[in-house]
Nanobody, 128 residues
Framework: VQLQASGGGLVQAGDSLRLSCAAS??????????MGWFRQAPGKEREFVAA?????????YNEDSVKGRFTISRDYAKNTVYLQMNSLQPEDTAVYYC???????????????????WGQGTQVTVSS
């Protein structure tokens, strides 16, 4: 299973970015996996950002940090999950990781230890 994250970059405060995570694998069925985004800033622990259930019917966000600015979505035809990030702030600077969880229920998990596969990360840098 491969999770390829992309879309990061250097932006200014107030700008937007859309991250993508393309999933692939001979035995990987995208529609059976909940997908999540996490981030890790230098010197800090990995932090939950957002998740979407395998049906797409449930979403979860780290309300303390994203405060309605971020939106997670998924495209089953493209085996891709997205993270739309608006009103970016310097504190959003981090490496963003996508992850996949073989979840048996319609749940959007925020716990990193539930996830089975992780991507390599994409850097997001927000300047003030």
């Amino acid at each position: 299973v491969q999770l390829q994250a992309s879309g990061g970059g250097l932006v200014q405060a107030g700008d937007s970015l859309r991250l993508s995570c393309a999933a692939s694998g001979r035995t990987f069925t995208f529609s059976r996996y909940a997908m999540g985004w996490f981030r890790q800033a230098p010197g800090k622990e990995r932090e939950f950002v957002a998740a979407i259930s395998w049906t797409g019917g449930r979403r979860a966000y780290n309300e303390d940090s994203v405060k309605g600015r971020f939106t997670i979505s998924r495209d089953y035809a493209k085996n891709t999950v997205y993270l739309q990030m608006n009103s970016l702030q310097p504190e959003d600077t981090a490496v963003y990781y996508c992850a996949a969880d073989r979840e048996g229920s319609d749940y959007a998990p925020f716990e990193p230890n539930r996830y089975d596969y992780w991507g390599q990360g994409t850097q997001v840098t927000v300047s003030s």
